[in-house]
Each structure stands twice: as C-alpha cells, then as structure tokens.
C-alpha cells in the first residue's frame, strides 16, 4: 500500500511538472483564435386532419455551430466551422419523439448528432481593399445559404475574391466541388428536394397529395421527368457587382452551374428614416433562372424568374411587413435553398420552385415590452399549377412571440394553422406550434 502510494505522488508531481511546464505554449497558440457560434433547440408539433397515418409530427431539433479564426501573420487568416447537426446537409439533428402513428417515424429514442467540418479555408488580404479566400466555404449568395444557425447550409470548395472601391464591391469566384447535390432544400410543402432540382420548375400535386408535373391531359410521376440531376462535382461560377449609396443598396449577381443552370439576379434596398422612431424598409428584386439542356428539360420548361416587391415598417412600437412575390407561367426555380434571398418563405409556404404563383405575405406586431413582441403572420399562395385545369392554394395564419432574455438568448413561441387545397378540396389541414431558443456567442 506504502509503495502505491509513493507511486501516485510520484506520477501526481510528473502531471504537474507536465502542465506547467507547457502552460505557456498552450496560451500562446490559442490567444490569437476568435471563437464564436450558435447553439440552438427547436421544439415542432405538427398535427394535420387530413393525413393518413402520419397525422401527428413530435419532434426534437438540435444543431451547435462553432466557428473558429486564426491569425496566421498580417496577411492570412485561417477559418474553420465545425457543425453538430446533420452531416448530410449541416442543418438540424433531428430526432422524433415517437408519438407518431406510421412506418417512417416510430423511433422515439435519444441519439447522437453528427460533428462534421463545415468550413477550412484561408483569407488574403496581401492586396488592399482585396479578400482572397481560398478553400472550403460557405457559398454566400442570393441563391444559396452559407451559415444558417437553424436550417440548411450551402458550401463549396473553391476561390472566391472581393474588392472595394469606394462604394462599389466587385467579386468573383469559382468552385469545383459543393454539397448542393445533398444541401439544398427546395420546396418542402410541395416536397421538392434538392435531387429534384431539374424537374421542379414544372412540379405541382396528384390526386394523391403526391409531387407531379401536369402533361397536359393529367398528372404525372416526377420520377419519370428527372433525366438529370445536380451533380456537386459540376463546377460552379458565381460573380457580382454592388454599390452602397448613401439611401439605397442596389446588387447584381451571375450563378451557373456547369451542365445545370445560369442565373443573374437583380436588387434593390433601401431604408429611410422618416421620423426619430420612424423607419421604413423597400426591396424590389428580379430573378431569371434557365435550366440547361443537359438537364433533360427543353423548351420553355426551362424557363423560372421571379419578381419580389416589399415594403416594412416601424413606427414607435408598432412593426409591419407587406410583400408579393410572382413567379413566372413556366417556372419558378429561383434559388437552391428556400431560404435564400431568391425565394420568399413563410412558416409553411415558399414561392421556390411553384410556378406562375401569386404569394402575400403580411405582418403585424408590436412592442409589448422591450424586450418582448408579439407579431402576427399572414401567407396566401395561388397557382394553376403549371396551367393545369386544377387551382392549388396554400394559406397560413399563425402568431409568433418573441422574447429577447439577453444580448445573445432569444427564444420564441410559435403557433399556428397551414392548409392546402387542390382545387375546392382540402388536402392540408394542420395545427402547428413551434418553440425555439437560440444562443449565440
């Protein structure tokens, strides 16, 4: 017993002659990283009349984003994000809580999210007014998503340059590889995933609540429109030109994916104060999208635009938000993710993807505290469906509050009611409700 002991201490003092001795080194290696991230849950239940077997949806939600930035001399700085989520897409673990009544979500049990390395790449800036990154990133655009602390995220691995002069940013990069065959979410009321892509400009619903495409005489498979999908080996080319003026920020982007698509986009924002406690917001933006005939699409099928006006507000305590979004007769593919600038999103509802629809949004709130706000939402899609005889419209009413506890903590209580109808009959009829808590950091 005597001899164990002299053994412990012995060991003890070697421990601690070990992490003094490199307390030092330690420090220095981290004091030049800046760490920062998110941390959020998300609460869902979903409760629809009018399915079949899967009529409730009980689910936990999770998803940590930790970013990491290094100074490597005056010039170069290295930047990394790690995600706890899903591997697949880098958005939420998902992890239902069992209380449903169907094949695909019986699961009730607790498990392990996913780690995955989102982002590694250097920044330059050996040249002045000049970034240069270089490696794997986040895809910012107007198309795509690149850090979403709640939803999908959009990466590539690739160069990307942006310079300033004066008011006016200039960029242009290119990519070779990206995760936008497994990423991008589409539309998922219409059920339009990202290896739908091709075939979602001309996408709308069967008998059967099921995603077709309208052929004239009837519906049918999408399945059987697919002739190519995105491939995330395809290169991918994007440019932009922007210019901050002092009343108004205008943008102009190019997007193309090799074998897939060429897009541009147009915007236009501006904020004026028109009071001490009086602000108003406008936006317009203009969005063309061709398939290309790789894809398999020929014809005007291969054509998606959308135009988006809004206009938001807040005087005193009060808040508002009014916009209508049009999507052209052919199609009305605009982005990649739903919730990327080139798409208008509610709760439920999203033009991405629908074609020739008419969507209002609406929003009312005010002030209760502080802190503390309560708005209310109003969504009101229509469309024939690709000129199908048939009218589908989608509609959501639902109130969110929406509590500020610190710099850094948000949380929210959502809730609400989304229906869908295929003509005159209802196809969707779910109560929904939503808690979230956020923290970043």
């Known amino acids: 017993m005597r001899k164990i002991s002299k053994i412990s201490l012995v060991a003890a003092v070697a421990v601690a002659g070990f992490s003094t001795a490199n307390a030092q080194p330690l420090e220095?290696?981290?004091k030049n990283v800046d760490v920062s991230g998110s941390v959020v849950y998300r609460y869902n239940n979903y409760d629809d009349d009018k399915a079949s077997g899967n009529d409730r949806i009980d689910a936990n939600n999770y998803k940590i984003g930790l970013n990491l930035s290094s100074k490597v001399n005056d010039y170069v700085k290295f930047n990394s994000r790690f995600i706890v989520g899903s591997q697949t897409d880098g958005g939420f673990a998902t992890?239902?809580?069992g209380k449903e009544n169907n094949s695909s979500n019986t699961a009730g049990s607790d498990g392990q999210a996913d780690v995955s390395?989102?982002?590694?790449?250097?920044?330059?800036t050996a040249i002045p007014n000049t970034v240069v990154n270089i490696g794997k990133q986040g895809l910012t655009t107007p198309y795509t998503v690149a850090v979403d602390i709640n939803g999908n995220e959009q990466t590539g691995t690739g160069i990307l340059a942006l310079s300033t002069f004066g008011p006016v940013t200039a960029g242009a990069g290119y990519f070779n590889n990206s995760n936008l065959d497994k990423s991008g979410n589409i539309n998922s009321t219409m059920g339009i995933s990202v290896s739908d892509l091709v075939a979602g400009a001309g996408k709308g619903k069967d008998s059967t609540n099921?995603?077709?495409k309208w052929n004239g005489a009837g519906y049918v498979a999408a399945n059987g429109d697919i002739t190519a999908g995105v491939d995330g080996g395809s290169d991918l080319y994007v440019a932009t030109?922007?210019?901050?003026l002092d009343f108004v920020k205008l943008e102009a982007w190019y997007l193309g994916m090799q074998d897939t698509f060429n897009s541009y986009t147009l915007a236009a924002n501006g904020n004026i104060d028109l009071a001490e406690n009086a602000k108003i917001g406008l936006e317009a933006r203009?969005?063309?999208?061709k398939l290309d005939t790789d894809t398999g699409i020929t014809g005007d099928d291969r054509k998606n635009d959308m135009f988006r006006l809004a206009v938001d507000g807040k005087v005193s305590i009060v808040n508002a938000r009014l916009a209508y979004t049009q999507t052209g007769k052919n199609g009305?593919?605009?982005?990649?993710?739903?919730?990327?600038?080139?798409?208008?999103?509610?709760w439920f509802i999203t033009s991405n993807g629908v074609p020739d629809a008419k969507y209002w949004q609406a929003a009312l709130g005010a002030d209760i505290l502080d802190n503390l706000n309560f708005t209310a939402h109003y969504g009101n899609l229509k469309t024939d469906l690709d000129n199908s005889p048939l009218d589908f419209k989608l509609q959501e009413v639902y109130g969110q509050l929406t509590y500020k506890m610190s710099k850094n903590l948000t949380t929210y209580l959502r809730y609400g009611q989304f229906e869908e109808k295929l003509d005159s009959e209802k196809t969707v009829d779910q109560d929904a409700g939503r808690l979230q808590v956020a923290y970043t950091f």
């Open 117 to 124: 390395l989102s982002n590694a790449y250097f920044g330059f």
């Open 28 to 30: 220095e290696a981290i």
């Open 241 to 244: 030109v922007q210019g901050d």
């Open 95 to 97: 992890l239902n809580a």
């Open 286 to 289: 203009y969005v063309n999208l």
């Open 210 to 212: 099921k995603v077709a």
């Open 332 to 346: 009305g593919l605009t982005a990649v993710d739903q919730d990327a600038k080139n798409a208008s999103l509610g």
